[in-house]
């Protein structure tokens, strides 16, 4: 257990349709990081909270959103699905900005839109 | 933008043996910081190894070795005495730059397979 949560582990929806995918980090982790890995694009970052705050936007669509509550954990909704956004996402927190502060992933979610 | 780069195809390594990853890294920052992760078919990301651009020694950490060379810009991961546990995918990731405090985000290479055969 890396101490990042996530859930669920598997989501099966139609396209179209909203989901909400949830994180909780390692305690004591300020900064909350999403990512989606697919076949295709590889590891893309989506987007950063850091204490609540967002901190850094990578390529994530206009239909995906997140936000990071005061408790720290951290929701990413995904909105009009389609059949591409099926992938695996990961939630991942690190504890700061030091240089060898690495991150700690989730187990992710694996999402399928059919 | 910083570009991680993993060219190698799958490879399939005899068990006991060595294995060496190849990742070339593009950057205009001199403060980065170079990370390699394992994910097995199990689908999660286990963190490795981390060098930092100022850091004078390899980074070693048990049988995982980072060939550090700054001037070539490459980091190359160095599995000893391989397991058949060690199979998987390996990515190289780099630090982007950090722009303001809390902003370490992490920039992935493809990724490299690795099956280890008794």
């Known amino acids: 257990d890396s101490g990042v949560t996530q859930t669920p582990k598997h989501l099966i929806t139609a396209t179209g349709q909203r989901v909400t995918l949830r994180c909780s980090p390692r305690?004591?982790?300020?900064?909350v990081y999403w990512y989606q890995q697919s076949l295709d694009q590889g590891l893309q970052f989506l987007i950063q909270?850091?204490?609540?705050?967002?901190?850094a936007k990578g390529n994530i669509l206009e239909r995906f959103s997140a936000q990071q509550f005061p408790d720290l954990h951290s929701e990413l909704n995904l909105s009009s699905l389609e059949l591409g956004d099926s992938a695996l996402y990961f939630c991942?927190?690190?504890?700061?900005?030091?240089?060898?502060?690495?991150?700690?992933f989730g187990s992710g979610t694996r999402l399928t839109v059919v | 933008a910083q570009k991680i780069t993993q060219t190698q195809p799958g490879m399939f390594v005899q068990e006991k043996e060595a294995v060496t990853l190849d990742c070339t890294y593009d950057?205009?920052?001199?403060?980065?910081?170079l990370f390699w992760y394992k994910q097995p078919s199990s689908g999660e990301m286990i963190f490795l190894i981390y060098?930092?651009?100022?850091?004078?020694q390899n980074a070693t950490e048990g049988r995982y070795s980072l060939n550090f060379q700054k001037a070539r810009k490459s980091a190359n991961l160095v599995i000893s005495a391989s397991q058949l546990g060690d199979s998987a995918m390996y990515f190289c990731?780099?630090?982007?730059?950090?722009?303001?405090?809390?902003?370490?985000?992490?920039?992935f290479g493809k990724g490299n397979q690795v099956v280890v055969i008794p």
């Open positions: 991942a927190s690190s504890a700061g900005a030091a240089a060898n502060y690495g991150y700690t």
């Open positions: 305690s004591g982790d300020l900064s």
């Open positions: 909270y850091y204490n609540g705050e967002e901190r």
């Open positions: 950057t205009s920052d001199p403060s980065y910081g």
């Open positions: 060098q930092g651009s100022y850091d004078q």
């Open positions: 990731a780099m630090r982007e730059p950090q722009t303001y405090y809390g902003n370490n985000r992490l920039a």
